[in-house]
């Protein structure tokens, strides 16, 4: 079974794994980069950024 890169679907390259070459990895690491991946979560409540104990 041969694996394939995860953004174009040419055979991966070991080297880039999981991608076929740099340019692909490049690709991918600049959409982590700008935001267009994320990961989601709930928003934060701005108490939530106080430390521990300063609660008054």
Known sequence: MT???SR???PMD????PFCSK???DIDLQKWLTGS???PGSELDDESD???GDEQ
């Open 8 to 10: 174009c679907d040419k």
């Open 37 to 39: 991946y994320a990961i």
């Open 50 to 52: 106080s430390e521990p």
């Open 3 to 5: 694996r394939t890169c």
């Open 23 to 25: 340019r692909c990895a």
């Open 14 to 17: 070991p080297v880039y794994r």
